[in-house]
């Protein structure tokens, strides 16, 4: 079983940092990643007469966002297979949040939804490169969160999805965990649980730990057991709306089904692998292989309990569920944890080789979504 692993673990010892320059450090290398990523689509959207903003604000799940904030729940849309899609399968944060800023700023709600993507970005890099830093040592911790801002569908964390939302408020609570913080981390697990259904791997994270340490011990501090029993009462609570709303204690799911995203082991993906050509067909298990090898790093790097266990839990859910191929990688986004054994290589080279090595992921990664963003998508 990891154990819990602490500023000087043996995945590399923490070095003598000045209090400050490691999360400058860490908040200036995201925000210059995901500006790359910005002035890369800005220039692809004026060489295609496009609209780069309108992509960021108004696209994909961000309009059904803006409707609920606008209008509240209730939306629904029938396709000509006669599936139904509805609004339900949207958390309520995120369209809380562009609702409650669009009220007091003079923006409308697209724009509202952009401003709460683009200030958590920097607070969940700040809070990726404290994990990091706890478990490998500050330089490490930075490259984390630089790492973070490269991944490849990184675009999505400009846009107004909830995904950059939701891995800011798990950074922090699993960083709250690691310091033994156990109310915090409760409650900002809890309002993760408010924003996306993958707050399921938080939750587990959260009281995987505690039952493990109960086992250990033979006890639990109050606290430990106050913040497990908070933890998941945000997505408790909005599964719960939707099935007294719907009248039925199973409709959310029911929701989330008629959208495709029914849990089936993975057999959706299963299916989509055998359809495509050999070569696609290849080179995708191929980056699932890369996957699998990542999770196993993560193991043998012995990282923290809930960091591990919220990292498997993310990319387990992002695999065994039947929504369409395409989303995936942005699904398992914020399972930074799976970053952490790159980020330690990288942190033992020199900074003239590592700051090359960042601008190129940010450039690969920034044209990747400017194709993506002014392509048919989805993300």
């Not at 040592?137 to 801002?149: K, N």
Request: charged share 10%.
């Amino acid at each position: 079983m990891p154990r819990t692993a602490s500023p000087t673990s043996p995945t590399g010892p923490s070095r003598p940092t000045g209090s400050s320059s490691p999360t400058l450090l860490a908040v200036g290398g995201y925000a210059a990643t995901r500006l790359v990523g910005l002035v890369v689509l800005a220039v692809a959207a004026a060489a295609t007469g496009e609209d780069g903003l309108h992509r960021l604000k108004g696209r994909w799940d961000s309009v059904w966002y803006v409707r609920i904030a606008e209008h509240g729940y209730g939306h629904r849309v029938t396709l000509p297979d006669g599936a139904v899609h509805s609004d339900l399968a949207f958390f309520p944060l995120l369209p809380a949040l562009e609702r409650g800023l669009s009220a007091v700023l003079p923006v409308d709600a697209a724009t509202a939804g952009l401003l709460v993507s683009w200030t958590a970005g920097p607070v969940a890099a700040w809070g990726i490169a404290k994990c990091g830093a706890h478990v490998a040592g500050p330089r490490a911790g930075v490259l984390l969160a630089v790492l973070w801002g490269v991944y490849p569908t990184a675009f999505v964390q400009s846009m107004a999805y909830t995904e950059t939302l939701f891995t800011a408020l798990a950074a922090w609570s699993l960083y709250a965990v690691l310091r033994g913080r156990w109310i915090p981390a409760g409650v900002l697990c809890a309002a993760a649980g408010l924003t996306r259904p993958t707050a399921a791997a938080l939750i587990a994270a959260l009281g995987i730990t505690a039952l493990v340490a109960l086992v250990r011990d033979g006890r639990l501090p109050r606290s430990a057991v106050g913040g497990v029993l908070v933890a998941p009462l945000g997505w408790l609570a909005y599964v719960a709306y939707v099935g007294v709303r719907e009248g039925t204690p199973t409709a959310y799911f029911d929701v989330q089904a008629a959208w495709g995203n029914s849990v089936d082991g993975g057999v959706a993906l299963a299916l989509f692998i055998a359809g495509l050509p050999w070569p696609a067909a290849l080179g995708l298990c191929a980056a699932l292989a890369l996957l699998g090898w990542l999770v196993a790093l993560c193991v043998r790097q012995r990282q923290p309990l809930p960091l591990l266990v919220y990292t498997i839990g993310v990319v387990f859910v992002s695999l065994v569920g039947a929504a369409y191929f395409g989303s995936r990688p942005r699904l398992m986004m914020p399972a930074f944890g799976l970053l952490l054994p790159p980020a330690v290589a990288l942190a033992r080279v020199r900074t003239r080789t590592a700051v090359p090595v960042l601008a190129g992921l940010a450039l690969a990664s920034g044209a990747y979504g400017a194709f993506t963003l002014l392509g048919p998508g989805p993300p």
